[in-house]
C-alpha cells in the first residue's frame, strides 16, 4: 500500500522548479499524447462502429435475419415451415424466397442479374420500412402480372424506365443434368434503392410464384427467410430452428455477408494497432521524463533513504509520479474521446463549412454523413489498456530509483 508520506512526495514531485523545467515540459507532452492517442482510438472505433451498423443495415435492408430450407435444398410446403419458423420465440416474420441467375435486357444493352421472387404480402411484413421502393411498390408484383422491380443503378445501365418491357434470361436446370436457357418477358413496375453496389447494380425483383414456375419448381419454393426482433440474435435463432425442426437446413446474414464484416474487423484490428503505437510513444515519453526526475533527485532519494524509507518506499513515490501521469492523461483522452465520438455526426458538418469541403460528397459515397456507434465496452478495454501500459512505464525509473545508493549519493554533496 501507499501510504500518506509516499503519496505527498510524488505529487511534490510533479510540481516543476526552475531547473526542472524541460523534464516538466516532456512530462507535459506524454500526457497530451496520451489524451490523443485514448481520444483518438475511441473516436476511430465508433466511426468503425457507425459505418458497420450502416452496412448491416443496408444489406439487411433487401435480405433477411436468416434462411430456413429443406434437406434438399427445396421447401414443398413453404406456408406450413413459416408458420413452423415464426412459432420460434425472437422471430417476428417470415417469407418465401425463390432465387435465380441469369441476364436482363432492354433494348440492346445486356446484363447481369439476380431476381429475387418474393412474395408481396409476406415481403411486406418481413421487410417493415427497410425496403426503399423509390417508383412504384410491392403491389405490383401479383402472381401472373409479370411485373418486375429493379435496382436502381441496374434500372439505368440497361436505360430500362416504368412501363418498358424487359427480357430475362434464365438458365434452368433440365432432367438430365444439363441447364436449359429459358427466355422470360417482363415489364418493369418499379425501382429500390440500397445503397450497396451489389443489391442496387444486380438485383430485381418477381413475384415468387412467377419465378418458382420459370425454374419448374411447381408450388415449392427454394427457401423461407425470417426476419428477428434482435438481428444480432439471428445466428443463434437460426441454430435453435435447426435444432427444433430436424430436417432443414439454416444460415444467416453473419454467413451470408461474412466477407464484409470480416473485412471491418481486419480494418478495426489494424487501425486499433496503428493509433495504440500513439499511447506506446507517449508512455516511452513518460519513462524519459521519470529517468530524468531519477536522476536530478538522486540527492533527495539518498535522504530519504537516510530518513528511513525502504527501496520499495522509494519505488511507490516515483510510480505515483509516473501513475499520475499517465491516469490524467487516459481520464482527459476517455472524456476528449467519448464527447467527440457522440458529436461526430454534428462535428463533421461544421468541419466541411468552415473548410468548404465535403469529407464524403454524394456523388462518391452512398454515405452522405459520418455515422458514430459508441460502444462502451470499448472504452473500457482502451482506458484499462492505456492504464495499464502507463503504469508499466513507471517500473523502469522507479526501479532504478530504488537502487541509488544514499553513501555514495551523498559523498560529493
Given at each position: 500500500?501507499?501510504?500518506?508520506?509516499?503519496?505527498?512526495?510524488?505529487?511534490?514531485?510533479?510540481?516543476?522548479?526552475r531547473r526542472t523545467r524541460?523534464?516538466s515540459?516532456?512530462?507535459?507532452?506524454?500526457?497530451?499524447?496520451?489524451?490523443?492517442?485514448?481520444a483518438?482510438?475511441?473516436?476511430?472505433?465508433?466511426?468503425?462502429?457507425?459505418?458497420?451498423?450502416?452496412l448491416?443495415n443496408?444489406?439487411?435492408?433487401?435480405?433477411?435475419?436468416?434462411?430456413?430450407?429443406?434437406?434438399?435444398?427445396r421447401?414443398?410446403d413453404?406456408r406450413?415451415?413459416?408458420?413452423?419458423?415464426?412459432a420460434?420465440?425472437g422471430?417476428?416474420?417470415?417469407?418465401?424466397?425463390?432465387t435465380?441467375e441469369?441476364?436482363?435486357?432492354?433494348?440492346?444493352?445486356?446484363?447481369?442479374?439476380?431476381?429475387?421472387?418474393v412474395?408481396?404480402?409476406?415481403?411486406?411484413?418481413?421487410?417493415?420500412?427497410?425496403?426503399n421502393?423509390?417508383?412504384g411498390?410491392?403491389?405490383?408484383?401479383?402472381?401472373?402480372?409479370?411485373?418486375?422491380?429493379?435496382?436502381?443503378?441496374?434500372?439505368?445501365?440497361?436505360?430500362?424506365?416504368?412501363?418498358?418491357?424487359?427480357?430475362?434470361?434464365?438458365?434452368r436446370?433440365?432432367?438430365d443434368g444439363?441447364?436449359?436457357?429459358v427466355?422470360?418477358?417482363?415489364v418493369?413496375?418499379?425501382v429500390?434503392?440500397?445503397g450497396?453496389?451489389?443489391?442496387?447494380?444486380?438485383?430485381?425483383?418477381?413475384?415468387?410464384?412467377?419465378a418458382?414456375?420459370?425454374?419448374?419448381l411447381?408450388?415449392?419454393?427454394a427457401a423461407?427467410?425470417?426476419?428477428a426482433?434482435d438481428?444480432?440474435?439471428?445466428?443463434?435463432?437460426?441454430?435453435s430452428?435447426?435444432?427444433?425442426l430436424?430436417?432443414?437446413?439454416?444460415?444467416?446474414w453473419?454467413?451470408?455477408?461474412?466477407?464484409?464484416?470480416r473485412?471491418?474487423?481486419?480494418e478495426?484490428?489494424?487501425?486499433?494497432l496503428?493509433?495504440?503505437l500513439?499511447?506506446?510513444?507517449?508512455?516511452?515519453n513518460i519513462?524519459?521524463?521519470l529517468?530524468?526526475?531519477?536522476?536530478?533527485k538522486?540527492t533527495?532519494?539518498a535522504?530519504?533513504?537516510?530518513?528511513?524509507?525502504?527501496?520499495?518506499?522509494?519505488?511507490?513515490?516515483?510510480?505515483?509520479?509516473?501513475?499520475m501521469?499517465?491516469?490524467a492523461?487516459?481520464?482527459?483522452?476517455?472524456?476528449l474521446?467519448?464527447v467527440?465520438?457522440?458529436?461526430?455526426?454534428?462535428i463533421?458538418?461544421v468541419?466541411?463549412?468552415?473548410?468548404?469541403?465535403?469529407?464524403?460528397p454524394?456523388?462518391?459515397?452512398?454515405?452522405?454523413?459520418?455515422p458514430?456507434?459508441?460502444?462502451?465496452?470499448?472504452v473500457?478495454?482502451?482506458?484499462?489498456?492505456a492504464f495499464?501500459?502507463?503504469?508499466?512505464?513507471?517500473?523502469?525509473?522507479?526501479?532504478?530509483?530504488?537502487?541509488?545508493?544514499?553513501?555514495?549519493?551523498?559523498?560529493?554533496?
Amino acid at each position: 500500500m501507499i501510504n500518506p508520506v509516499e503519496l505527498f512526495i510524488g505529487l511534490r514531485y510533479l510540481r516543476a522548479k526552475r531547473r526542472t523545467r524541460f523534464v516538466s515540459f516532456i512530462t507535459l507532452i506524454s500526457l497530451i499524447g496520451i489524451a490523443l492517442g485514448v481520444a483518438a482510438l475511441i473516436v476511430i472505433l465508433s466511426v468503425m462502429n457507425g459505418f458497420e451498423g450502416e452496412l448491416r443495415n443496408r444489406l439487411l435492408s433487401m435480405t433477411a435475419h436468416g434462411y430456413v430450407t429443406g434437406s434438399d435444398g427445396r421447401t414443398s410446403d413453404w406456408r406450413a415451415l413459416a408458420d413452423e419458423v415464426v412459432a420460434e420465440p425472437g422471430v417476428v416474420a417470415a417469407a418465401p424466397l425463390v432465387t435465380m441467375e441469369g441476364m436482363i435486357q432492354s433494348g440492346r444493352d445486356l446484363e447481369a442479374v439476380i431476381i429475387n421472387g418474393v412474395d408481396p404480402e409476406s415481403e411486406r411484413q418481413l421487410s417493415g420500412d427497410t425496403m426503399n421502393i423509390i417508383e412504384g411498390s410491392l403491389d405490383a408484383l401479383t402472381e401472373g402480372s409479370r411485373g418486375i422491380i429493379l435496382g436502381r443503378i441496374l434500372a439505368y445501365r440497361i436505360g430500362a424506365r416504368l412501363g418498358d418491357g424487359v427480357v430475362l434470361l434464365i438458365p434452368r436446370p433440365a432432367g438430365d443434368g444439363t441447364m436449359q436457357p429459358v427466355l422470360e418477358r417482363f415489364v418493369m413496375r418499379g425501382v429500390f434503392e440500397v445503397g450497396l453496389q451489389d443489391h442496387d447494380a444486380r438485383l430485381a425483383l418477381v413475384n415468387v410464384r412467377d419465378a418458382a414456375r420459370i425454374m419448374g419448381l411447381g408450388d415449392e419454393v427454394a427457401a423461407v427467410r425470417f426476419r428477428a426482433e434482435d438481428v444480432m440474435a439471428a445466428p443463434a435463432l437460426a441454430a435453435s430452428i435447426e435444432a427444433r425442426l430436424g430436417d432443414v437446413e439454416t444460415s444467416n446474414w453473419t454467413i451470408e455477408n461474412a466477407s464484409y464484416f470480416r473485412a471491418i474487423r481486419i480494418e478495426k484490428m489494424m487501425m486499433s494497432l496503428i493509433l495504440s503505437l500513439i499511447i506506446g510513444v507517449a508512455a516511452f515519453n513518460i519513462v524519459a521524463s521519470l529517468v530524468m526526475v531519477v536522476t536530478d533527485k538522486t540527492t533527495d532519494i539518498a535522504v530519504l533513504r537516510t530518513l528511513g524509507m525502504g527501496p520499495n518506499g522509494v519505488v511507490r513515490v516515483f510510480f505515483v509520479q509516473g501513475a499520475m501521469i499517465g491516469w490524467a492523461g487516459v481520464l482527459i483522452g476517455v472524456l476528449l474521446g467519448v464527447v467527440l465520438a457522440i458529436n461526430v455526426p454534428e462535428i463533421a458538418p461544421v468541419l466541411e463549412r468552415l473548410f468548404g469541403f465535403e469529407i464524403m460528397p454524394g456523388d462518391v459515397y452512398y454515405v452522405t454523413r459520418i455515422p458514430s456507434e459508441l460502444d462502451w465496452n470499448h472504452v473500457a478495454i482502451i482506458s484499462i489498456s492505456a492504464f495499464v501500459l502507463t503504469s508499466l512505464a513507471t517500473l523502469y525509473p522507479a526501479r532504478r530509483a530504488a537502487l541509488v545508493e544514499p553513501a555514495v549519493a551523498l559523498r560529493y554533496e
